[in-house]
């Protein structure tokens, strides 16, 4: 059996899956965003592509697929996510349509298409962030703006008054031009949504669809308000202390939305805000959890002894196995995404072995890179590292990340001056 995967860079998740792969015996063909003039610079025989460049790549792919006949396809990140989609189509294989995940990419077809629905969904308008939305009589506060295109929280930012919101824009307008946006050339780069404020607790689901039909493997709480002016995620903690009944009703919000979208087979990591009495869908990304936040996953499976990675259970699902039987582990898991306390170059990184010392805490990952420019949100795309944490009780988690956090000391320098 051999599976396609869609990245836009090769990373620690992909690295995931060839490992599954290799212990379950399939055969993986990468498709990357990488220069397409080198003789494979990584030697992984991956295929060449650029995601703004759709027909060419998929193109690619389907000469790749000649040689290399597949059996299934998933894609690693929202941009991957539509050229999967077309290249499932064009193969026959099992994958959502080009148009649903489309419709995921953009956050206001997808809140479009979820009022149709009857979903709930918070007041919304689109507008250029040319635009002077403040003295919009539309716009009511307290409210958010988001840029279509951009993920992972980039560019959302609260407004609890006219002014707020004419600073917020002018931000967020500045963050649209810079180069590294403009170079997505996804076609939203341009655009904004403007919406109200939804108060509550913010969750995320993890599952897969299979003809439509969504089976959850887990529920994320996100124990930090996420109430503004920035929104960035912090803690991702499983299983939920929601009530049983809520999550149910959580889930089945989740099902209806992926209807609405149009969504019917694959992974999906969807954004819910529950409030006191309707659970919002925020998003359905047509995807798994990111990078290394997916290690906080493991299943069983009934009859066998062991626990076997996210990535196993979602290579098993894209060649059609029935993955009902496995279970996610029943001790309490999460991950710290270490936020970014400043903009500043990172010099070093101090009590890494104390923290990684502290009961309950299982592996530490510092990402960023000495004399990295580091950025915080609303501009910044990316975190310091991970903390990863596993206990009897989802108490015991959170007490481990946020002590093993405490003991990590970041050292941050003025970032250098821009000269002429």
């Not at 899956?17 to 990488?34: M, N, P, Q, S, W």
């Not at 019917?264 to 959890?289: K, M, N, Q, S, Y």
Request: proline residues 7%.
């Amino acid at each position: 059996m051999r599976v396609l995967i869609l990245s836009t860079t090769t990373g620690y998740q992909l690295r995931s899956f060839g490992d599954a792969a290799e212990r379950i015996g399939i055969d993986l063909i990468f498709a990357t965003d990488r220069c397409q003039q080198l003789d494979d610079p990584w030697r992984d025989a991956a295929v060449p592509v650029r995601f703004h460049e759709a027909n060419g790549s998929l193109l690619a792919i389907l000469n790749a697929a000649r040689e290399r006949p597949l059996d299934g396809v998933i894609a690693v990140g929202d941009r991957p996510a539509v050229l999967a989609a077309r290249a499932a189509r064009s193969l026959g294989l099992r994958g959502n349509s080009p148009d649903s995940v489309l419709a995921s990419v953009n956050k206001k077809i997808a809140r479009v298409r979820f009022a149709a629905a009857g979903l709930p969904v918070p007041w919304f308008f689109e507008a250029p962030p040319e635009q002077a939305v403040a003295s919009d009589p539309r716009v009511r506060y307290p409210c958010v703006i988001k840029p279509l295109g951009l993920s992972g929280s980039r560019g959302v930012m609260r407004a609890d008054s006219p002014d707020d919101l004419r600073v917020a824009i002018a931000r967020l307008k500045k963050l649209l031009s810079r180069v590294d946006v403009r170079a997505l050339r996804n076609g939203l780069e341009d655009t904004m949504l403007v919406e109200g404020f939804i108060e509550g607790r913010e969750f995320a689901l993890e599952g897969a669809l299979r003809d439509g039909v969504l089976r959850t493997f887990a529920i994320f709480d996100k124990p930090e308000p996420l109430d503004g002016p920035f929104f960035e995620e912090t803690i991702y903690v499983t299983p939920s202390d929601l009530p049983r009944e809520r999550q149910h009703a959580m889930a089945a919000e989740v099902q209806r939305a992926a209807r609405a979208l149009g969504l019917t087979d694959g992974p999906v990591h969807a954004e819910c805000r529950v409030g006191a009495a309707e659970t919002f869908v925020l998003e359905i990304a047509a995807r798994p959890i990111g990078g290394l936040c997916s290690r906080v996953l493991r299943f069983s499976r009934h009859g066998e002894r062991g626990l076997v990675p996210l990535e196993e259970v979602l290579l098993r699902h894209a060649i059609g196995e029935d993955v009902d039987e496995f279970v996610r582990e029943r001790s309490a898991a999460g991950v710290m995404m270490i936020p970014i306390p400043r903009r500043g170059m990172l010099r070093r990184v101090d009590g890494i072995d104390d923290a990684r010392a502290t009961p309950n805490v299982e592996e530490i990952h510092i990402t960023a890179k000495t004399d990295q420019l580091l950025e915080p949100l609303p501009e910044g795309a990316s975190y310091l590292g991970f903390i990863f944490a596993r206990a009897v009780q989802r108490a015991g988690v959170l007490a481990a990340l946020n002590e093993a956090h405490e003991k990590l000391r970041f050292d941050i320098a003025a970032p250098l001056p821009i000269l002429g």
